[in-house]
C-alpha cells in the first residue's frame, strides 16, 4: 500500500498537469476566437459595402428615372439633384425643383410602413428648416424602392407620397394612381 503522502503527491500533480492542459487548450481557444472574430468583421465589412453598393444603385436608378417618371403628369423638373445635404443635420437623397415645387425623393432598397413614418413624420418637416431657399415652394415628398409590397405602396401613397419603385425590365415606374394628388409637406 502507497504511503498516503505519496498519494496526495501524486493527486497535486496530476491536477498540476491538468490545469496546465486546461491552460493550454485555453490558449487554442482564445486563438481560434480571435481568428473568428477577424473573419466575422471581414464579413460584416463586406456585408456592408454590399448594403452600400445596393443602395446607390437604387439611388441612381431614381435619379435618371424621375424627369421621364412624371411626364405623364405634366411635371418638369428644372434641376433634380442628389444626396443633398446641410452637414451634419440632415441629408436628402433626391431633390427636384419645379416651378414653385419640390419633390423630396427618399430611396429605399426595401420600402416598410416604419420607413414611410420616418420619413414624412421627422425628415421631411425639417426640410425647409435646413435648406431655407425653398422657404417658398410647395414641398412634395417621394419615396422609391427596389421593393415595394403592394401594401406598403398603397399606404405610403395614402401618406400623401409619390412612390417609385423598378419594373421587370430595370427601369422605373411611378405607383401612384394617375389621380392620385401629393400632399404638402412642411
Same mark, same amino acid.
Given at each position: 500500500?502507497?504511503?498516503?503522502?505519496?498519494?496526495?503527491?501524486?493527486?497535486?500533480?496530476?491536477?498540476?498537469?491538468?490545469?496546465?492542459?486546461?491552460?493550454?487548450?485555453?490558449?487554442?481557444?482564445?486563438?481560434?476566437?480571435?481568428?473568428?472574430?477577424?473573419?466575422?468583421?471581414?464579413?460584416?465589412?463586406?456585408?456592408?459595402?454590399?448594403?452600400?453598393?445596393?443602395?446607390?444603385?437604387?439611388?441612381?436608378?431614381?435619379?435618371?428615372?424621375?424627369?421621364? @417618371?412624371? $411626364?405623364?403628369?405634366?411635371?418638369? %423638373?428644372?434641376?433634380? +439633384?442628389?444626396?443633398?445635404? =446641410?452637414?451634419?443635420?440632415? &441629408? #436628402?437623397?433626391?431633390?427636384?425643383?419645379?416651378?414653385?415645387?419640390?419633390?423630396?425623393?427618399?430611396?429605399?432598397?426595401? @420600402?416598410? $410602413?416604419?420607413?414611410?413614418?420616418? %420619413?414624412?413624420?421627422? +425628415?421631411?418637416?425639417?426640410? =425647409?428648416?435646413?435648406?431655407? &431657399? #425653398?422657404?417658398?415652394?410647395?414641398?412634395?415628398?417621394?419615396?422609391?424602392?427596389?421593393?415595394?409590397?403592394?401594401?406598403?405602396?398603397?399606404?405610403?401613397?395614402?401618406?400623401?407620397?409619390?412612390?417609385?419603385?423598378?419594373?421587370?425590365?430595370?427601369?422605373?415606374?411611378?405607383?401612384?394612381?394617375?389621380?392620385?394628388?401629393?400632399?404638402?409637406?412642411?
Amino acid at each position: 500500500m502507497e504511503p498516503r503522502l505519496d498519494r496526495i503527491e501524486k493527486a497535486v500533480e496530476a491536477m498540476l498537469l491538468g490545469i496546465s492542459e486546461l491552460k493550454e487548450s485555453q490558449k487554442k481557444t482564445d486563438e481560434q476566437m480571435r481568428r473568428t472574430d477577424a473573419k466575422l468583421d471581414r464579413i460584416g465589412k463586406q456585408l456592408a459595402d454590399l448594403g452600400l453598393v445596393q443602395g446607390e444603385v437604387a439611388e441612381e436608378l431614381f435619379y435618371r428615372n424621375l424627369r421621364s @417618371l412624371f $411626364k405623364n403628369r405634366k411635371v418638369t %423638373f428644372e434641376k433634380v +439633384r442628389r444626396n443633398v445635404k =446641410k452637414k451634419g443635420k440632415g &441629408e #436628402y437623397d433626391i431633390v427636384a425643383v419645379d416651378e414653385g415645387r419640390v419633390l423630396v425623393v427618399e430611396v429605399k432598397n426595401k @420600402l416598410e $410602413k416604419r420607413m414611410v413614418n420616418e %420619413f414624412i413624420e421627422e +425628415r421631411l418637416p425639417r426640410f =425647409k428648416e435646413l435648406f431655407p &431657399e #425653398y422657404a417658398r415652394y410647395r414641398v412634395e415628398g417621394g419615396i422609391g424602392a427596389l421593393v415595394v409590397k403592394e401594401d406598403v405602396g398603397k399606404y405610403a401613397e395614402k401618406a400623401g407620397l409619390y412612390v417609385m419603385t423598378q419594373t421587370d425590365e430595370g427601369g422605373a415606374a411611378l405607383l401612384n394612381r394617375d389621380d392620385f394628388e401629393p400632399k404638402e409637406f412642411s
